[in-house]
């Protein structure tokens, strides 16, 4: 979905020839792709692989919720590093910072991209519910100017909470 400002010559008043010159035109798109699959883990499936684009470089984000996922998702990882599909990838577990805020883990998340030297083109990943994906959102979109996020879901409503937050990220109940 795409919405599009632009000044038009009517909107510009008497001296539009020379304000038209300054005039501008924004598109602004939101997309979301869903996929559900079946072994998402399974180093033969391409559909994560297909979601991390040209990433060689990965800071995959976790909590409790994702503990059982991530042994899968390590080996899986470790599979595509030895086919030289990815160069390097570093896990944050936010479970281990229970006593940190909001802020305060971003910034746990924003320094484990610059340790693991993500660049643009590079990948947040979240695994786990909502409050991950929240995190990674934004992260992902403060650091360099925008670095891609994959969110793998753990359950409906957290696959609910990140179409949600795709359009506002709340952090300590303040929007941002």
Request: charged share 25%.
């Amino acid at each position: 979905m795409g919405i599009k400002a632009q000044v038009r010559h009517a909107d510009l008043g008497k001296d539009s020839e020379r304000q038209l010159k300054s005039s501008f035109c924004i598109d602004i798109a939101v997309t979301f792709r869903i996929t559900a699959a079946r072994s998402l883990f399974d180093p033969a499936c391409d559909v994560l692989p297909a979601a991390l684009g040209d990433a060689l470089r990965l800071v995959v984000v976790h909590n409790s919720a994702a503990q059982n996922r991530m042994g899968s998702l390590e080996m899986c990882m470790r599979a595509w590093q030895d086919a030289g599909r990815i160069e390097s990838y570093r896990v944050v577990d936010i479970g281990q910072h229970e006593n940190l805020d909001e802020l305060n883990l971003c910034q746990v998340v924003l320094e484990a991209g610059v340790t693991a030297r993500l660049r643009r083109h590079d990948c947040f990943v979240a695994v786990g519910g909502e409050r991950v994906n929240k995190l990674v959102s934004f992260a992902s979109t403060s650091f360099r100017r925008y670095t891609p996020a994959v969110h793998i879901n753990c359950d409906l409503p957290s696959v609910v909470a990140t179409l949600r937050s795709g359009s506002r990220v709340v952090l300590d109940d303040e929007p941002i």
